[in-house]
C-alpha cells in the first residue's frame, strides 16, 4: 500500500536522480502537498475524476482590475483563516463544495428577482457570449473557456450573432474613398 511518506519518499528520489534544484523538488512537492490537500484524499485513493477536477479548478481566467482590487480587499479583510491557497474556503477553513456556489447563487437570484432558470453555468455562457460580442476571437474564448474543441466553443456563436452592431460601420470606413 502506497503511504504519503513512502510516496513522497520516493518522489524526493525520483527527482533527485533527474538531477532536479532542491528548490525544484522543494516546489513540485509543495505543488502536489497542496493537490493532495485540497483533494482530501491519499495517493493511493486518487482517481482520474479528482485529478482532472483539480485540472479545472486551477484553470487561469482573465481577471478585470477592479475585480482584482476587490478580491484582494475579500483575501485580506475578510476572508476565513486557512492554510489552503485557496480564494474562496468555508468558516472552517476548507474547500467550499460546488453546492456552496449554486445556493449562494440561487439566493443572488431571489434577491435581485433575476429568471429561476439560470444556473452557475450560466454564468459561463453569459461571460463567452458577452466576449464574442465585443470582438473577440473565437479561438481565443475557446482558450479562456478551457474547451479542447473550436466545435464546442462554436455554440455560443448560435447565441449571438456577433458584430452585426457594428458591420454598417465597418464598411463604411472601409469604402470612405469610393
Excluded at 43 to 62: C, K, W
Aim: hydrophobic share 40%; with cysteine.
Amino acid at each position: 500500500m502506497i503511504t504519503m511518506k513512502n510516496w513522497r519518499e520516493s518522489m524526493s528520489e525520483d527527482m533527485r536522480l533527474r538531477d532536479l534544484r532542491p528548490r525544484t523538488l522543494e516546489a513540485y512537492l509543495l505543488a502536489t502537498r497542496l493537490f493532495l490537500e485540497c483533494i482530501g484524499k491519499p495517493p493511493e485513493a486518487l482517481t482520474e475524476a479528482d485529478i482532472r477536477g483539480y485540472i479545472l479548478h486551477l484553470r487561469r481566467v482573465p481577471l478585470p482590475k477592479p475585480l482584482l482590487h476587490r478580491l484582494r480587499a475579500y483575501w485580506k479583510n475578510e476572508r476565513p483563516v486557512s492554510s489552503l491557497p485557496l480564494l474562496f474556503v468555508s468558516a472552517e477553513g476548507k474547500p467550499i463544495h460546488e453546492t456552496t456556489l449554486q445556493k449562494t447563487f440561487t439566493a443572488a437570484q431571489e434577491e435581485l428577482n433575476l429568471p429561476r432558470r439560470a444556473t452557475i453555468h450560466t454564468l459561463r455562457h453569459s461571460y463567452a457570449t458577452h466576449l464574442i460580442e465585443h470582438g473577440i476571437s473565437l479561438r481565443t474564448i475557446q482558450d479562456v473557456l478551457g474547451h479542447q474543441s473550436l466545435h464546442t466553443t462554436e455554440i455560443y456563436m448560435h447565441v449571438t450573432v456577433p458584430g452585426t452592431e457594428r458591420l454598417q460601420a465597418v464598411l463604411d470606413q472601409l469604402m470612405a474613398d469610393l
